[in-house]
């Protein structure tokens, strides 16, 4: 389904031109001119996220925002406004706006905000079930017994305001279990907010937590709230927290501490009332002693530690796993009934999975692909499964030392299709980094990389850059 955004404008050119670029990447556009019509629309229909200007005949931005959040709190709204109206923009974040944007704007960042608002919708309004094997789209599939205390400990620690460090492999789920402990907590009415540490560059991270004042730094044109502001009330999930710098280490432990952010190039203190839940998938305790990572930091965020799995020691939960994937992607690719083989599900048992679930997921959709709706048998398995473990070209590494590497393994008769497992794996690596230089602007990485925004979309999708996260 398309995600569906309500385009709140009264001038008519720039809500033709904007519904139009929204059209173009998929969103379904249901237009307003008013602001009363635009409570009405939102009132009568369900929407991913709404898109509104400030000033409007009938009711104006601001207006609409306070009514809205009062019935639709997990509803994201993107305030469009002039220059000169900055701390209007602020009253409206204060308000519960997602955020804001100021004319002119630039039509790409703004496709990109709203990419970023529906997928907080999805993670705040998209339930997730625990221990289930439907085809819903959020669930923590297992009914085994590493599975069960993890659902116990959720269960334990949801309904408190304590701070939750979750651990784990790459691939096993993290993120799913923040969203859990979010959607059981007492907060699930208020925003949940998602930050990918590893993500953002590290000159831009310490702004986007805790926002910054205008004329902070070079391009600061305007004051902006961070991440902790915007989930005061409610959550903030910070993903690959051992990726912090020193310098933001010790700016997240003051507001652990003390409650209060400031923002750059600012002196006030602002209260904010939010829970911290963190993840990682590195060692911490190692991080710790080669002085990578604050000690004192490390047990603040510990408070309450939940460790997932990896997949190779919950096999038993793999035949569930397996059912739910071809279930969902079964729906997707409109394949009915997908089924596999018995002896598919025993390869698939045996395998260690170095990737978790995530890796399982990406090899039963290709599967799916393989099979043309037969059922999965063990050979199509076979074929992924040495696919899937070709040797992905590490960050210290040339391309020359890789191509060895490569060459070596292939000599040794552990690899095929060198030249195409090269080809694929430089390809990954740069798309990769334009994606994280463009800080997740897809038209500013097409941009520099001379492809289409759909070739970039497909891209990032095959290569697992555009996913759904831990």
């Known amino acids: 389904m398309k995600n569906r955004v309500l385009l709140i404008e009264d001038d008519t050119s720039v809500a033709a031109a904007l519904g139009k670029e929204l059209a173009s990447e998929g969103y379904e556009v249901v237009m307003a001119h008013r602001g009363d019509e635009g409570l009405a629309r939102a009132a009568a ?235 990682t998938h590195q060692n911490l305790e190692q991080a710790i002693t080669e002085k990578r990572f604050r000690e004192d930091l490390f047990y603040r965020l510990s408070a309450v530690t939940v460790t997932l799995p990896p997949l190779r020691e919950r096999t038993e939960d793999i035949p569930a796993l397996a059912k739910y994937f071809l279930q969902q992607h079964g729906v997707e690719l409109n394949i009915s009934q997908p089924a596999i083989q018995p002896d598919a599900v025993d390869l698939l048992k045996a395998e260690s999975w170095p990737g978790n679930v995530r890796e399982l997921e990406n090899v039963l959709r290709e599967a799916l692909l393989i099979a043309r709706g037969y059922p999965i048998a063990r050979e199509h398995l076979e074929q992924l499964l040495l696919k899937h473990r070709r040797v992905p070209v590490r960050a210290d590494q040339t391309i020359a030392e890789y191509m060895e590497q490569l060459l070596s393994r292939a000599a040794r008769g552990e690899a095929s299709d060198i030249l195409e497992t090269m080809n694929e794996e430089m390809e990954r690596a740069l798309f990769k980094r334009a994606i994280e230089l463009a800080q997740a602007n897809q038209a500013k990485a097409a941009r520099w990389l001379g492809v289409t925004r759909t070739t970039m979309r497909e891209k990032l999708i095959h290569f697992g850059l555009h996913r759904r996260e831990d």
């Open 45 to 279: 229909s369900p929407f991913d996220v709404i898109v509104t200007d400030l000033k409007m005949p009938g009711v104006n931005g601001l207006e609409l925002i306070a009514q809205l959040y009062r019935t639709k709190p997990k509803l994201p709204i993107i305030l469009i406004t002039a220059h000169g109206t900055t701390e209007t923009a602020i009253e409206a974040m204060k308000a519960g706006a997602f955020d804001y944007v100021l004319k002119p704007f630039d039509v790409s960042e703004l496709l990109q905000l709203i990419a970023k608002a529906v997928k907080s919708s999805r993670l705040m309004s998209e339930s997730v079930r625990l221990g289930e094997t439907g085809s819903g789209p959020a669930a923590i599939v297992g009914k085994g017994r590493a599975m069960q205390e993890i659902y116990k400990q959720i269960g334990r620690i949801a309904a408190t305001p304590i701070t939750v460090l979750i651990r784990g492999e790459t691939g096993t789920g993290k993120e799913l279990i923040a969203r859990a402990v979010y959607q059981h907590s007492d907060r699930a009415a208020k925003p949940f907010i998602a930050v990918n540490c590893a993500a953002i560059p590290d000159t831009l991270l310490e702004s986007e937590l805790f926002g910054f004042e205008r004329g902070a730094f070079t391009g600061a044109h305007e004051k902006r709230i961070g991440r902790f502001e915007q989930a005061d009330g409610g959550t903030i999930f910070l993903d690959e927290i051992g990726d912090l710098s020193p310098g933001t280490q010790a700016k997240l432990l003051r507001v652990l501490q003390d409650r209060h952010v400031q923002r750059l190039g600012g002196k006030e203190t602002i209260r904010v009332d939010v829970r911290v839940v963190a993840a």
